[in-house]
């Protein structure tokens, strides 16, 4: 039940590191190796990032499962390597949706360690947003409070954090078991 947390910046290749990574380790281990796809299609350029997205993985074995919200609904193997791509996405498709009286950082950590509980090895990438200085209004300036939450639960446990910048990792927590 090891956990790797890798962000970075946007176009920063923080997902080509992820996915390259996961499909490392489901192959140095034999593991079923399971992409979380939480991007919604909503636009012209999300549609484009799927894509590309899609290309990038498409000569590594991901048994890829479209998920937009509620990810403690999903089934892996047990010794399966998970890669959840992102988190901010999968959050803002939580704070966001029609039913946003569901929502609850809380319930969305929960799910995700239900998740890494029911796998061998979850990667959770997601994006760094935080250094631009802007004020946002009140509901975006909530989503970066639940988004900074998530980044610091999730690493406070993780065993392996990485930022990518420039397509570089660098790691922050190599190796270790907490």
């Given at each position: 039940m090891m956990l790797?947390?890798?962000f970075g910046g946007?176009?920063?290749?923080?997902?080509?590191?992820?996915?390259q990574y996961a499909a490392s380790l489901a192959?140095?281990?034999?593991a079923p190796l399971f992409y979380?796809?939480?991007m919604c299609a909503n636009d012209t350029e999300s549609k484009?990032?799927?894509?590309r997205h899609r290309r990038m993985r498409a000569d590594k074995p991901f048994q890829t499962l479209e998920v937009s919200k509620e990810i403690g609904s999903i089934a892996v193997e047990s010794d399966s390597v998970v890669?959840?791509?992102?988190l901010s996405n999968l959050l803002a498709n939580e704070m966001f949706s029609s039913n946003t009286a569901a929502y609850s950082v809380s319930s969305l950590l929960q799910e995700i360690r239900y998740l890494q509980t029911h796998c061998q090895h979850l990667i959770v990438v997601s994006n760094e947003i935080f250094s631009d200085g802007i004020c946002y209004d009140l509901s975006t300036a909530q989503y970066l409070s639940d988004l900074g939450y998530l980044h610091r639960e999730l690493c406070r446990t993780?065993?392996?954090?990485?930022?990518?910048?420039?397509?570089i990792p660098i790691p922050y927590r190599k190796g270790e078991v907490i």
């Open positions: 790797t947390f890798i946007s176009a920063s290749g923080k997902s080509e590191y992820a996915e192959h140095n281990c034999n979380l796809a939480t484009q990032r799927i894509e890669l959840l791509e992102c993780a065993n392996e954090i990485y930022e990518v910048v420039c397509g």
